[in-house]
């Protein structure tokens, strides 16, 4: 089976990512929240996680910014040191607006994955947006890739191989864990 071609302009966007956003349900999991005991569990992708972390082992820094606060997602985030941790219904855009402030970086160098209308104002102004295969329809209509593999079950990692790729980073990750 043939692997589909890249654009030019999608490889020249996975090049200058710099910042790594993505929401959490729907995106990092399947969107399905466990209750019960009096505790919410969430099912996260171990090879999602491994990605996010060769990321920032390639200089690249990562958010999570979800529309609603949850222990688990906090108890995940720490696991995977993740740099940045935004939980509260404010709007996306001007989360990332204080990242990029803090950062000095631009809304250019931008990677921002999400799967539903709370993630559109980022998506649409993201340098790179990807929406997650089963998002809406009107989060892949904004999207500059939407993934074949489903949430939660390493979409986040398709996309990570992708940047990695482009800025010529996977390889020497993969020579590594060869040894």
């Known amino acids: 089976m043939k692997k589909p071609r890249r654009t030019a302009d999608l490889t020249r966007r996975l090049r200058r990512v710099k910042l ?38 390639a200089g690249i820094r990562v958010s999570w910014i979800s529309h609603r606060e949850s222990v688990a997602t906090t108890r995940r985030a720490a696991d995977l040191k993740v740099d940045f941790l935004h939980q509260s219904p404010e709007p996306k855009t001007a989360v990332v607006e204080r990242l990029l402030s803090q950062t000095g970086l631009t809304w250019n160098e931008v990677c921002f994955v999400g799967d539903d209308i709370v993630d559109l104002g980022a998506l649409r102004r993201a340098g790179l947006a990807v929406a997650v295969a089963g998002g809406v329809a009107e989060a892949r209509a904004v999207a500059h890739h939407v ?17 990695l790729t482009a800025q010529g980073r996977w390889a020497s990750f993969v020579e590594e864990y060869s040894a």
């Open 147 to 163: 993934t074949k593999t489903a949430a939660g079950h390493g979409a986040i990692r398709e996309v990570v191989e992708m940047i």
């Open 20 to 57: 790594f956003c993505c929401d959490v349900d729907g995106v990092l999991t399947d969107a399905g929240v466990y209750m019960g005991g009096g505790e919410e569990t969430k099912r996260f992708n171990i090879r999602d996680g491994l990605g996010l972390r060769l990321l920032q082992r």
